[in-house]
């Protein structure tokens, strides 16, 4: 897929990512090693966008499975349609025929769920499964996914054991609500993302706002840097940040001053509590040491 670690960060850069050199090692490694890759770490740091930047790189098809408490079997495997079944009961008691069970569970009415899609791609380029949130997921749903990566296969009683031909990329992410179990842990390459450095973060910026003017992009990116040093409820992530200087071009912004990061605290933080311990005053400190800093 990638000759090297340096042609992968390439291909990264080239879809407007920029990786840290140990995210780029492991997603390289877990390409060549065809093992999962499970990511860590805090909301809105890029574990998502690892995927589905992957998925573009590689020119293949990006499959999520969106992880939620009460998540089972039927939502990421596999579900029968029982309407389409049902019609078709009815199509042939009209035409005095009695249905054959194994006219009713077979292909044309069964519905893929992700997990079953992954399994089942054909194509020559395996695709990018995407199991997002998966600490979100209860345990009994981890414990049975734990089992498809194993061994990319699962077990439909009315047809049998699907396999895939050639395993899915896969891509697990987590942010940390609960501990996930071990026993998957050891069947991935583990990596933690952390929030980005200064420059890192400014060249993300850069690369996703190229209009941005390189003083406001330096400025939003260093205000955000110093308010995740503080006491929040939810510091923001890089997708904050991006938002945060969109909307201050949208408001013709060249620079940064203290009033309008007071009118525009609620792009970036999301709870009440952090807009008003940040409001004022101490918004104004950090925007101070902001502008003596660039």
């Not at 670690?5 to 995210?23: K, P, T």
Request: hydrophobic share 45%; net charge negative; aromatic share 8%.
């Amino acid at each position: 897929m990638f000759e090297s670690i340096d042609a992968l960060e390439r291909a990264f850069r080239d879809e407007l990512y920029v990786a840290e050199r140990g995210l780029s090692t492991s997603t390289f490694l877990a390409l060549k090693l065809g093992r999962p890759l499970f990511l860590e770490g805090e909301a809105g740091v890029g574990k998502t966008e690892v995927a589905k930047v992957l998925a573009r790189a590689l020119r293949t098809e990006l499959i999520r499975l969106q992880c939620y408490e009460g998540l089972d079997v039927h939502q990421a495997v596999y579900e029968w349609n029982y309407s389409r079944q049902m019609l078709h009961v009815r199509l042939l008691e009209a035409r005095g025929d009695a249905p054959k069970e194994a006219e009713l569970f077979g292909p044309d009415f069964l519905l893929e769920r992700p997990l079953l899609r992954a399994i089942r791609a054909r194509g020559p380029v395996p695709p990018v499964l995407l199991v997002d949130e998966v600490d979100r997921s209860d345990e009994e749903f981890e414990a049975f996914l734990l089992e498809v990566l194993s061994d990319f296969q699962v077990t439909i009683p009315e047809i049998g054991t699907v396999r895939a031909e050639r395993p899915p990329v896969v891509v697990v992410t987590s942010n940390r609500t609960r501990d996930v179990h071990d026993a998957l842990k050891r069947r991935c390459l583990y990596h933690w993302i952390d929030y980005p450095s200064l420059e890192n973060e400014l060249a993300i910026v850069m690369a996703k706002l190229p209009d941005a003017p390189e003083r406001l992009a330096r400025q939003v990116t260093a205000f955000v840097q110093e308010l995740r040093r503080a006491e929040l409820y939810k510091r923001p992530g890089v997708a904050e940040t991006l938002d945060w200087a969109a909307a201050l071009l949208a408001l013709d912004r060249r620079t940064l001053d203290a009033t309008v990061v007071d009118e525009t605290l609620g792009v970036i933080l999301k709870y009440q509590d952090d807009l008003q311990r940040v409001r004022g005053p101490f918004a104004r400190s950090i925007h101070d040491r902001v502008q003596a800093a660039t």
